[in-house]
C-alpha cells in the first residue's frame, strides 16, 4: 500500500460526485451486527489492507472521507483492488466505538496460532492474561507484542476482554499480526506447554526478585493478572516463578498494559 500522499485533501461536493464505481453511498446511523471481523481507524485499516487485502470484503467511510487526505488515500486504495466501500453517518462508526477516524472495514480472516507448534520453535514469546476486563489496554499490549515479536497472546474465554473494536482500533495494526487465543482454562493451556519446555514466569508485586535478575532462555510464557484484583491464585500457583517489575512506590503499581511492555522488553532482548 503507497504512503500518505503529499497532495492536499481533495475538496468534492454534491451528493455522490467524485466516487468511483464501488462506492455505495447510504445513510444509516444504527448499529449492524456483522459476521465478519470488524477493524477500526486508519491505523489499524491500513495494516490490514496491507497485510491481507484478499480479507477485506468492505470498507465504510464517513460521509465526508474526501475532506480527510488519510481517508482519501483509504479510498484510493480500495477502489484500486476493487474493494467495494460504503459512506456512512458518524453515529454508525460510533456504535462499534468512540474514537474511529471515519473508516471502519471487514476482515473475514483473522491471525490463527498452533500453541502445539511452538514447541517446535528454539525460542518462543507468549503472553497469557488473566482477567484483564479494559478493551485499551488489550489493545495497548497487542500493539507491544506486535513491534516485539510475541508468538501469541492467550486469554480466557470467559471474564475476560475481547478482541473488540475498540482493542483493534488500540492496537494500530497489531491485531494484524498477533493472534489472540480464547481458552476455556489458562491453567490447562500452560501446563500443556509446559510439557513442550515452556517455563512461565508470572508478573507480581510480591515477587521476591526483579525481572532484570532472571535469565531468559528458550521459550518463555509471561503472564499478567487483571488491572484491580492480580493474577487469580490457580494461574499463579501454575507459574514456575514470579518476578517483579523495579519501582520507587511498594504500594502503587503499573498500568497493566505499561506492565507488560516492560516485561516483555526484559524477555525479549534476552531472547534476542
Same mark, same amino acid.
Given at each position: 500500500m503507497r504512503g500518505r500522499s503529499s497532495r492536499p485533501p481533495k475538496k468534492r461536493s454534491g451528493g455522490s460526485q467524485g466516487r468511483g464505481k464501488n462506492d455505495r453511498s447510504k445513510d444509516r446511523s444504527s448499529h449492524e451486527e456483522f459476521s465478519d471481523r470488524v477493524i477500526v481507524g486508519t491505523h489499524a485499516v491500513n495494516e490490514a489492507l496491507k497485510v491481507r487485502p484478499r480479507s477485506i470484503i468492505k470498507v465504510f467511510l464517513r460521509n465526508d472521507w474526501d475532506a480527510s487526505e488519510d481517508l482519501?488515500? *483509504?479510498?484510493?486504495f480500495c477502489q484500486s483492488k476493487g474493494i467495494t466501500? =460504503?459512506?456512512?453517518?458518524?453515529?454508525?462508526?460510533?456504535?462499534?466505538?468512540? *474514537?474511529?477516524?471515519g473508516v471502519l472495514a471487514l476482515s473475514n480472516e483473522t491471525p490463527q496460532v498452533n500453541l502445539s507448534r511452538l514447541a517446535e520453535q528454539d525460542t518462543a514469546l507468549v503472553v497469557f492474561l488473566d482477567g484483564l476486563t479494559d478493551p485499551h489496554n488489550l489493545g495497548a499490549i497487542m500493539r507491544t507484542a506486535w513491534l516485539l515479536n510475541v508468538d501469541a497472546i492467550v486469554v480466557p474465554s470467559h471474564r475476560s476482554v475481547a478482541v473488540t473494536p475498540t482493542a483493534v482500533k488500540v492496537a494500530? !495494526?497489531?491485531a494484524e499480526h498477533v493472534p *489472540?487465543? =480464547?481458552?476455556?482454562?489458562?491453567?490447562? =493451556?500452560?501446563?500443556?506447554?509446559?510439557?513442550? !519446555?515452556?517455563?512461565?514466569y508470572g508478573l507480581s508485586h510480591r515477587a521476591e526478585k526483579v525481572i532484570s535478575d532472571? =535469565?531468559?532462555?528458550?521459550?518463555? !510464557?509471561?503472564?499478567? !493478572?487483571?488491572?484491580?484484583?492480580g493474577m487469580r491464585t490457580p494461574v499463579e500457583r501454575a507459574c514456575d516463578?514470579? *518476578?517483579?517489575?523495579p519501582q520507587a512506590a511498594a504500594d502503587a503499581s503499573y498500568n497493566a498494559s505499561v506492565a507488560t511492555a516492560m516485561a516483555l522488553y526484559e524477555v525479549r532482548k534476552q531472547l534476542t
Open positions: 482519501v488515500d *483509504v479510498h484510493d466501500i =460504503e459512506t456512512r453517518k458518524p453515529g454508525f462508526f460510533e456504535a462499534y466505538t468512540s *474514537v474511529h477516524q494500530c !495494526g497489531g *489472540v487465543l =480464547e481458552v476455556s482454562s489458562l491453567q490447562q =493451556e500452560m501446563d500443556d506447554l509446559k510439557q513442550s !519446555g515452556f517455563w512461565f532472571f =535469565e531468559f532462555t528458550g521459550r518463555v !510464557g509471561l503472564v499478567i !493478572g487483571s488491572e484491580d484484583k516463578e514470579l *518476578v517483579r517489575l
